[in-house]
């Protein structure tokens, strides 16, 4: 039989390289940063249009190359970085295969110019999957600039498969922040469309935290330092009590480049042991410096995961430096996050005039009533209609939806009729009087219906509930809205307003009202009315941490992702105890749901205990 083996064509070869080194336009930009970092360049900028799909372009005022590295840049293997193969324990650059150029060239239109300092003239060159159209002399700053357009155009099935261009630019956006924070000393500009998202002078490593996360994060900052033989951490992380919701902020940078190590990230949990809210995971930004030969980059293609020769160590060290740095910045131990729920919003009275506090006394409270009024829905009251809420008992939020009329505005204390509760549901046991839920460990609700025995998850049983009226007010734009005294400022950074301003319109659909939504700054006048105004940080950090960890999934509606964050911030949780009056209102509502048996995270709601089942297990 005749021979079968070939060596594959380049160009093909190339694109096979290329579907490990570039899945979506953030992976262009990274490599295309990385090259311009490490060409010595001083300033960087990155310009994208429709999330990379369309553009993206770096251009840095670098070394440049002469003619013909210029073409050889984009041959495969062709790396100006090591020689030899011991050069890999030695590296002190970004790149070092030789891939990048190449790989994106064979899947892309491209088009480079690029001049050595000491040259007149530089050189352009086009290439068009691996394909190179034109090489000229041409005049062109000192520097390299790279322009990348029709990515996948030769690829259909890789084209198809790119996510939406917010989706996208929010990856491109992601690995511009990593980057930024790795390289302070450099400046850094972002242009999205036609519109500069950031603006970043060479400054030190707080101030480039602070331009990338918005001024408010000045405060938060911890110092975080230390320097043994094997090890070198200097850095920040954020102070427990602004803790997120998301894992968006945690930034590992060996030797400057940017890494995910869930074992170290470990070690700085541990470190904040006991001094985060459930549910909520720190932010930090820490650098170590290792010596290169103790760490391997090379085990993923996409080098952000690492390997290290002595991890306990480095996991012990980075251990104690964060807790050295908590525990000297003097950070509350072990604080009542309950009561300083409050605190932690960040709300900004300017322009308010200073007078003296106001003593607001509520004749009908009664600290032993009951139970659920000490619970996690704080009391403070800052507008009329929030009070007349609080007042009129706190569990009105579980009959939100059904009852739409919007008594609040109105002034007039809510009034609750449970209208369901006469319903047939109950029906085999209407002995006047009788208790017809009974609640269980704080945590389920006991009923008896016509074939049984319903057991109810409240929790769930709740976000069920919470979830359709939502979803109900944002797609038929019908929510109802409270109007807020004083407007509430809150702070976030840019990248979370731009999270936030994806789902703007539903929001507003819901009953927000934004009188300001730009730069890290937003203002609110209005809120849903089954919404407390203290728990509105709370719902947009959910709604943030739910869109960044959305990413990775097939994206539904904007509106659904926002009801079930909604629905899981608002939602009674277990350990709640609930009345009698709560508990069939509870039960009422789910059984009015759409759908009763699941949880809009698709989680049973209840369970049901047949009457012949009973009778079995009695046999
Ligand atoms: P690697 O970075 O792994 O060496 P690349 O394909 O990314 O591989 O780049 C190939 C070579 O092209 C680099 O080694 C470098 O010599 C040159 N190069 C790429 N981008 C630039 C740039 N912006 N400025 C100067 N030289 C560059
Ligand atoms: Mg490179």
């Not at 069939?584 to 698709?602: D, I, Q, R, W």
Request: proline content about 4%.
């Amino acid at each position: 039989m005749a021979d079968i083996i070939q060596l594959l064509p380049d160009h093909v070869a190339n694109q096979i390289a290329a579907g490990e080194v570039v899945q979506r336009p953030a992976s262009v930009v990274k490599e295309l940063m990385e090259n311009a970092i490490d060409a010595n360049a001083t300033s960087i900028k990155l310009l994208v249009k429709d999330g990379g799909k369309a553009l993206i372009q770096v251009i840095d005022n670098g070394k440049g190359m002469s003619g013909t590295d210029a073409r050889l840049s984009f041959e495969r293997h062709a790396t100006s970085k090591i020689t030899k193969a011991e050069d890999l324990f030695q590296l002190t650059t970004k790149g070092f295969r030789g891939e990048a150029l190449a790989s994106i060239a064979a899947i892309a239109h491209v088009g480079m110019k690029t001049k050595q300092d000491h040259e007149e003239l530089g050189t352009a060159i086009t290439i068009e999957g691996s394909k190179v159209i034109s090489q000229d002399t041409v005049v062109t700053p000192t520097g390299t600039s790279i322009a990348v357009k029709h990515l996948f155009f030769n690829i259909p099935a890789r084209r198809n498969f790119l996510k939406s261009r917010t989706v996208e630019m929010r990856h491109v956006n992601d690995e511009f922040q990593r980057v930024a924070l790795a390289h302070p000393e450099i400046s850094f500009v972002l242009h999205h469309n036609d519109s500069e998202l950031f603006n970043l002078p060479a400054s030190n490593y707080r101030q480039r935290i602070v331009n990338l996360l918005g001024a408010k994060t000045n405060e938060k900052l911890v110092p975080v330092e230390e320097s043994t033989e094997v090890l070198a951490i200097s850095g920040f992380a954020v102070k427990p009590e602004f803790a997120k919701k998301s894992r968006g902020e945690q930034f590992f940078f060996i030797n400057q480049r940017y890494i995910r190590s869930p074992y170290l990230n470990h070690a700085v949990n541990a470190a904040f042991e006991g001094l985060l809210k459930e549910g909520t995971h720190p932010s930090f930004f820490l650098n170590l410096t290792v010596d290169p030969q103790t760490v391997d980059i090379n085990i993923h293609p996409t080098k952000t995961e690492v390997k290290f020769e002595d991890e306990q160590t480095l996991y012990a060290i980075l251990r104690a430096a964060v807790k050295h740095s908590l525990g000297q910045f003097s950070i509350t131990p072990a604080l009542d996050f309950e009561m300083s729920q409050s605190f932690d919003t960040p709300y900004n009275y300017k322009d308010k005039v200073v007078g003296s506090p106001k003593v607001e006394v509520d004749p009908s409270f009664n600290p032993f009533k009951d139970d659920y009024q000490s619970g996690s829905r704080t009391n403070i009251t800052t507008s009329k209609a929030q009070s007349l809420k609080t007042q009129s008992t706190s569990w009105e939020s579980l009959y939100i939806g059904l009852n739409d009329t919007n008594s609040l505005e109105q002034g007039t204390a809510l009034e609750i009729e449970s209208k369901a509760s006469n319903e047939t549901l109950f029906e085999d046991q209407s002995i006047e009087g009788h208790t017809k839920t009974y609640q269980f460990r704080k945590k389920y609700i006991i009923t008896s219906v016509s074939e049984g025995l319903l057991v109810i998850d409240q929790n769930r049983a709740h976000q069920r509930i919470m979830y359709e009226t939502f979803l109900k007010h944002i797609t038929v734009q019908n929510g109802v809205s409270q109007q807020l005294l004083f407007p509430l400022q809150l702070n976030y950074s840019n990248t979370e307003i731009s999270l936030l301003a994806e789902v703007q319109p539903d929001l507003e659909a819901s009953g927000f009202v934004f009188t300001k939504f730009e730069g890290d700054n937003l203002e609110i006048t209005g809120i849903p009315a089954a919404v407390l105004e203290s728990e509105v940080s709370m719902i947009l950090d959910q709604i943030i941490a739910d869109l960044n960890n959305e990413i990775p999934e097939h994206s539904f509606s904007q509106a659904d992702m926002l009801a079930k964050s909604m629905a899981k911030v608002l939602s009674i949780k277990s350990g709640k105890v609930l009345n009698s009056q709560e508990q069939e209102h509870l039960v009422n509502s789910l059984f009015a749901c759409k759908e009763t048996m699941l949880s809009p995270f698709n989680k049973p709601t209840f369970i049901t205990l047949t009457h012949d089942e009973l009778e079995r297990k009695f046999m």
